[in-house]
T-cell receptor, first 114, second 116 residues
Framework: DTEVTQTPKHLVMGMTNKKSLKCEQH?????MYWYKQKAKKPPELMFV???????INESVPSRFSPECPNSSLLNLHLHALQPEDSALYLC?????????????FGPGTRLTVT | AQKITQTQPGMFVQEKEAVTLDCTYD???????LFWYKQPSSGEMIFLIY??????QNATEGRYSLNFQKARKSANLVISASQLGDSAMYFC?????????????FGGGTRVLVKP
């Protein structure tokens, strides 16, 4: 099973809402990532978890809060977002956070903030 | 700092023909890895091929091959016998060995449209 799943596929939320994005993998990968991708742009790294610990935060605003409850699951909690946060949010995983290991991506969640 | 440049924003290719997507990179690291990903309109990033900086042979994966010219700092992707399903955005990415957390630096992407 080389699959990373993400739910929901689409999400529309108001600026005062609280919502969460979920990512799951069962490949035994110990590194997991959140990326943000605006239209016609490459993905931008937001967070990296390595062995369930946050190892990189790319100066992401605190209205985005990641959580890694276990080695298979990664959440992104959203609160008080702005319309400019509308984007495709991609989750990825890899065997470890060092070495040549390629990252496997999920299908993404398309987020619209109204 | 690492930088990836993809100079072709978009291109058309005839079905069954080969296409070359350009990628140049800049890094001061001696050890690094280069990746190509495909992103269809559905959004998922699909890993295609990997080339390590110390690999002597050019990488190949099925219809994909990587033309690695280290001295020129280029890592062009060649897709042979294009198919309609190859229509997508293609991203070149690099990870330097010292990059913490397996961080990838992506190029701006090239959109490929395969014509029947």
């Amino acid at each position: 099973d080389t699959e990373v799943t993400q739910t929901p596929k689409h999400l529309v939320m108001g600026m005062t809402n609280k919502k969460s994005l979920k990512c799951e993998q069962h490949m035994g990968h110990r590194a997991m990532y959140w990326y943000k991708q605006k239209a016609k742009k490459p993905p931008e790294l937001m967070f990296v978890y390595s062995y369930e610990k946050l190892s990189i935060n790319e100066s992401v605003p605190s209205r985005f809060s990641p959580e890694c409850p276990n080695s298979s699951l990664l959440n992104l909690h959203l609160h008080a977002l702005q319309p400019e946060d509308s984007a495709l949010y991609l989750c990825a995983s890899s065997l470890a956070s060092t070495g040549r290991d390629e990252q496997y991506f999920g299908p993404g969640t398309r987020l619209t903030v109204t | 700092a690492q930088k990836i440049t993809q100079t072709q924003p978009g291109m058309f290719v005839q079905e069954k023909e080969a296409v070359t997507l350009d990628c140049t990179y800049d890094t001061s690291d001696q050890s690094y890895g280069l990746f190509w990903y495909k992103q269809p309109s559905s959004g998922e990033m699909i890993f295609l091929i990997y080339q390590g900086s110390y690999d002597e042979q050019n990488a190949t994966e099925g219809r994909y091959s990587l033309n690695f010219q280290k001295a020129r700092k280029s890592a062009n992707l060649v897709i042979s016998a294009s198919q309609l399903g190859d229509s997508a955005m293609y991203f070149c990415a690099m990870r330097a060995s010292r990059a913490a957390g397996n961080k990838l630096t992506f190029g701006g992407g090239t959109r490929v449209l395969v014509k029947p």
